[in-house]
């Protein structure tokens, strides 16, 4: 039976850093529910200078074992981008009960990013590849002034949206669409840009206005740029046919608005 790191006078490795490639039927998976605060970080996944999400539970999980870790996350947020129970996946070769990962993990890592809680899974869940859809909401602050606990939280838009004209046009996106003028590139183009968005709710309480989109997918900046074009329409900017006409177009064409990332948040995985 494995000993309790504390024994060990650190947290620290019970095996050499190679002993789960050697062993790897000892090894298993563990998948996590993360929440952050994007504000501080580079996105989700790893860059060089290791400010990243991914880094910083990389290298928790790391510190614990003291064996290199992989973290797979069921998606790839942005630079600013929040979420609230973001999934993800490792494989383990130390066993500890829940409740300790999340305590381990938690007083390694930054105040801004938290292991909610964790629970050991089969070998064959893959955190995005098992994922059947995804929930965002975006947040939109429509008042003059933006209140200093908003910040960074929401998109500060000084002007009275027409909730009327931004539902109607959220309504456009509902159904399978090819969303290729909806979404930016990462340096490659998409195999895919066909994505099913199954509902958009636009609710507003007091200036503060939520846009929460579900789907099976979601493109690189999709919903920053649904968004961007959504409150061009509640502004009277854009009409919504030239929504419609962007949408069965597929083509990237000009003048897009995407929305800025700190007002987005990534709700859910489902799975």
Not at 12 to 27: K, M, T, W
Not at 198 to 208: A, D, E, M, T, Y
Not at 230 to 244: D, H, P, Q, S
Request: proline share 5%.
């Amino acid at each position: 039976m494995i000993s309790d790191p504390k024994s060990r006078g650190r947290v620290g490795a019970l095996r050499r850093p190679d002993a789960a490639a050697r062993h790897p039927y000892q090894a298993r998976r563990l998948k996590l529910i993360v929440a952050y605060d994007g504000a501080p970080f580079a996105g989700w996944q790893s860059q060089a200078h290791g400010n990243t999400i991914q880094d910083h539970l990389e290298r928790a999980f790391e510190r614990v074992t003291s064996v290199r870790a992989r973290v797979q996350g069921a998606g790839r947020t942005d630079a600013g981008v929040h979420a609230l129970a973001q999934c993800a996946h490792t494989d383990v070769s130390k066993f500890l009960a829940l409740a300790r990962w999340v305590e381990a993990l938690n007083a390694l890592l930054p105040p801004a990013i938290r292991v909610l809680r964790c629970r050991y899974v089969p070998r064959d869940f893959h955190a995005r590849l098992s994922a059947k859809g995804k929930i965002y909401r975006y947040r939109i602050w429509s008042a003059p002034v933006l209140p200093p606990f908003e910040y960074r939280r929401a998109w500060h838009i000084p002007h009275e949206l027409d909730l009327k004209i931004l539902k109607s046009a959220a309504k456009r996106f509902i159904g399978i669409h090819d969303f290729a003028s909806f979404a930016a590139n990462r340096g490659k183009p998409e195999k895919n840009t066909i994505r099913t968005i199954h509902s958009v709710r636009v609710q507003q309480k007091g200036p503060c206005v939520t846009i929460e989109f579900e789907g099976d997918g979601f493109l690189y900046k999709m919903v920053r740029l649904i968004v961007g074009s959504l409150v061009r329409c509640a502004l009277g900017k854009m009409r919504i046919e030239a929504i419609t006409a962007r949408l069965h177009s597929g083509e990237i064409g000009s003048a897009r608005l995407a929305a800025p990332a700190e007002g987005l948040f990534l709700i859910r995985v489902r799975y």
